[in-house]
C-alpha cells in the first residue's frame, strides 16, 4: 500500500489513523490524527513515532516488533505528545500491511484511539444525542412544509386528495 492508497481507504475515518514503515516513520496520517496531534500532514511525514510520544524508545521498539508481526490489530497504549505540548493518552493498535510481493517493504497501520472518563464519554454522547434530535425535529419541520407546499399547489390546481 502506498500513502495515496492509503488516503482513499482510511483517509476519512474518524478515528485517528497513521501509516508506517516499520521501523516507525509517518508516512502519512488521516485528518483525525492531524486532529489529534495538532500538526499538519507535510510536518507528520517523515516523522518518527518515538517523537510524537512521551514513551520510551524501548517501548516503542517492543511494539513495532510485535505490530511488524501481525496482520491483526495489536492493542498497546501510547501516551501521545501533542503539538501544543498537551499529553494524551491513547490506546494505539497496529498491524502490518504486507504485500504479496517480497520486495515490497512492510507498512504499519496504527490506530490511535484516544481514552476519555467515563464522564467525558457520557457527554459527548449526550451532545451527540442531542444534534441528532435537533437533525430530527429540522428534518420534520421541513417535511411538514413540503407537505403543506404539496397541498396547496393541488388545492389551486383543483386536486383535492
Known amino acids: ?39 499538519e500532514l507535510p510536518e507528520l511525514a517523515g516523522t518518527r513515532l518515538h517523537e510524537l510520544t512521551a514513551e520510551t524508545e524501548q517501548k516503542l521498539r517492543r511494539y513495532l516488533v510485535l505490530w511488524r508481526r501481525s496482520t491483526q490489530f495489536v492493542p498497546g497504549a501510547l501516551l501521545v505528545q501533542c503539538y501544543d505540548g498537551a499529553t494524551v493518552r491513547c490506546r494505539a493498535e497496529g498491524a502490518a500491511l504486507r504485500s504479496k510481493i517480497d520486495t515490497v517493504p512492510v507498512r504499519l497501520l496504527l490506530r490511535l484511539l484516544p481514552e476519555q472518563s467515563t464522564t467525558s464519554r457520557f457527554l459527548a454522547l449526550n451532545e451527540r444525542v442531542e444534534a441528532l434530535k435537533e437533525e430530527i425535529a429540522v428534518r420534520q419541520r421541513v417535511q411538514a412544509e413540503l407537505y403543506r407546499e404539496r397541498e396547496m399547489v393541488a388545492y389551486h390546481h383543483g386536486e383535492h386528495w
Open 1 to 39: 500500500m502506498e500513502p495515496a492508497d492509503f488516503q482513499q481507504f482510511y483517509g476519512i475515518l474518524p478515528e485517528p489513523m497513521l501509516f508506517l514503515t516499520e521501523e516507525g516513520e509517518v508516512l502519512t496520517a488521516n485528518a483525525a490524527a492531524t486532529d489529534l496531534l495538532g500538526r
